[in-house]
């Protein structure tokens, strides 16, 4: 019974994380550096850290590190965009709209992979 309990609590982190798509587009540059971990047996090794975390420490920190173009996208299709104040075209914004359009296409996938499973037919 646990098995069940926790698939479908799984289930349900999955609808949840698909009822929205958000893209933030940066640019500027982040320092990369490796911290150093427990290996065992009293030896450190190197471990980058994941890129949130990076992206975090340098909105905290960093001026060279801007917040260009925003989308949110709601399940029943409401958006809401930011992009910045003048120019926003050339490589930011191709970058931003292939960012949103691979979202949408993974949650496309992902509704046709659970819709399966369920037994729904796309267009049905």
Known sequence: MAGLKEAL???KNAVGDLASLEVQTYSGSIELYLEQVDAGNGTKKAKMKDFETLLADATDQSKNL???AVTKMMFD???INLVPDGDFSGDIEK?????VKAG???RHGLLELFGGM???KPGK
């Open 95 to 99: 970058v931003h709209s292939a960012a």
């Open 104 to 106: 949408i296409d993974t």
């Open 77 to 79: 299709g409401d958006a």
């Open 66 to 68: 801007q917040l260009r």
């Open 118 to 120: 369920v037994g729904l």
């Open 9 to 11: 609590d799984t289930l």
